[in-house]
């Protein structure tokens, strides 16, 4: 008896850990959360962060860009454990309506990421403000806040639900003024 309760608790803590029933869509979804969300985009902390952990150069890939009027831009490549395709980062310091920004885009490729955006919408506070479609692919664009910042975010993924390909996962928010010691200020 003591065994089979031993046992039952076992399967039930297995069940119950992340390690166990987290798929590609919650591995994405926690990469591009840590890189590009849970501070808000920052093009400095992100080459930082690309230095730390070794990540490979990428040919500079304009399209991973999610605004158009990009100043400098970045972009590096890197295998997460638990995706089975190298994942795309970049970064940009840009202007969006005459304001600086600066946006952090992971592009993730090869997975299932059906769930992603549905994931994404239950772990922030996210509101949709925009969906666009134009026949291949679904863009949509949320408002939220994220460690006291507000920022805008893009999911980009194949119009076709049994498309499995790129999703783009972009975050923008307006630049970070240096504060009076040199840092980043906390918005």
Same mark, same amino acid.
């Given at each position: 008896?003591?065994?089979?309760? +031993? ?65 400098? +831009? ?38 299932? +990421? ?5 994931? +994404? ?16 692919? $679904?863009?949509?664009?949320? $408002? ?44």
């Amino acid at each position: 008896m003591a065994g089979r309760i +031993f046992i039952s608790g076992l399967a039930a803590a297995c069940l119950m850990s992340p390690a166990t029933w987290a798929d590609d869509a919650d591995v994405a979804l926690d990469f591009f959360h840590q890189t590009c969300l849970a501070e808000g985009p920052d093009y400095d902390r992100t080459a930082e962060l690309a230095r730390k952990e070794s990540w490979l150069p990428a040919s500079e890939i304009a399209a991973l860009a999610p605004v158009q009027s990009v100043n400098a +831009f970045k972009s590096w490549s890197t295998a997460v454990p638990g995706l089975r395709a190298r994942v795309l980062i970049g970064v940009t310091k840009s202007t969006l309506h005459g304001e600086a920004v600066d946006t952090c885009t992971v592009a993730m490729f090869d997975g299932d +990421f059906g769930a992603f955006e549905r994931r +994404f919408f239950l772990r922030t506070d996210a509101e949709k403000v925009s969906d666009q479609s134009d026949g291949t692919q $679904v863009s949509r664009l949320y $408002v939220l806040t994220t460690a006291g910042r507000k920022q805008l975010a893009k999911i980009t993924f194949p119009a076709s639900p049994s498309n499995q390909h790129m999703i783009a996962a972009s975050s923008i928010a307006p630049r970070r003024a240096p504060d009076r010691r040199g840092g980043r200020t906390l918005h």
